[in-house]
């Protein structure tokens, strides 16, 4: 249980174009999604937090007009990466928590590895 | 605010060797975890600590918790190269739910 899945796996788009990228909770209902970046090296930075129905909490720093983020229902939230440059170039990395009983305990996605030429 | 840091940031070691991977993290956390991530991929939960003085076990890991000293640590008992991985803990601020704040990530390395 508890498995969490992100589409595309992998991306390259050209500059200026927009690209979207799904995560989807598919064997429970997902109270709050969380969307981070990680640059190679790295570690992950936390972007912005969804709830079902409500507007997304973006972290200091994440421009909300670049990065929209859609949580229209309790199993799919979508990052859209709009205008995209190189510099958005990065692997995004979603998660899911239910909000059950197992301490908040988030899930993450396999990730999307986006490339802007 | 949670600051998370790790060290030591790259790590080296010999197969049969132990080690230790620490994480301090700056202000009251609810509770600490550690992760796993493969190049390439995503993270692999490996533990979560809940209280003062948690230890849990699996395989060759052994995580604990100190939360007087705001110190967890990793430890890998007799190292083989599976477990080559950068290793991420990170900490939930008091009061703000799931809100994950990861550490720097160490990147462990284990030669033959």
């Known amino acids: 249980g508890a498995v969490v899945s992100q589409h595309p796996s992998w991306v390259i788009c050209k500059s200026g174009t927009s690209v979207k990228i799904e995560c989807r909770s598919l064997?429970?209902?997902?109270?709050?999604m969380f969307w981070y970046r990680q640059f190679p090296k790295q570690s992950l930075m936390l972007m912005a937090t969804?709830?079902?129905?409500?507007?997304?909490?973006?972290e200091q720093g994440v421009e909300k007009d670049k990065f929209l983020i859609n949580h229209a229902s309790l199993t799919l939230s979508t990052l859209t990466v709009t205008s995209a440059h190189p510099e958005d170039s990065s692997f995004y990395i979603c998660?899911?928590?239910?909000?059950?009983?197992?301490?908040?305990?988030?899930?993450f996605g396999p990730g999307t590895r986006l490339t802007v030429l | 605010e949670l600051k998370v840091e790790q060290n030591p940031l790259f790590l080296s070691m010999q197969e049969g060797k132990n080690y230790t991977i620490y994480c301090n993290y700056s202000?009251?956390?609810?509770?600490l975890y550690w992760y796993r991530q493969d190049p390439g991929k995503s993270l692999e939960s490996l533990f979560v600590?809940?209280?003062?003085?948690a230890v849990k076990q699996e395989g060759r890991l052994m995580a604990s918790l100190d939360t007087k000293a705001r110190l967890s640590t990793l430890h890998i008992t007799a190292a083989v190269h599976d477990l080559s991985a950068t290793y991420f803990c990170?900490?939930?601020?008091?009061?703000?739910?799931?809100?994950?704040?990861f550490g720097t990530g160490t990147r462990l390395q284990v030669t033959l």
């Open positions: 998660s899911a928590t239910s909000g059950g009983p197992r301490y908040n305990e988030q899930f």
């Open positions: 064997d429970f209902q997902a109270t709050t």
């Open positions: 969804s709830n079902e129905g409500s507007k997304a909490t973006y």
């Open positions: 202000t009251t956390s609810d509770r």
């Open positions: 600590l809940l209280s003062n003085g």
């Open positions: 990170a900490g939930v601020l008091t009061g703000t739910a799931s809100k994950l704040t």
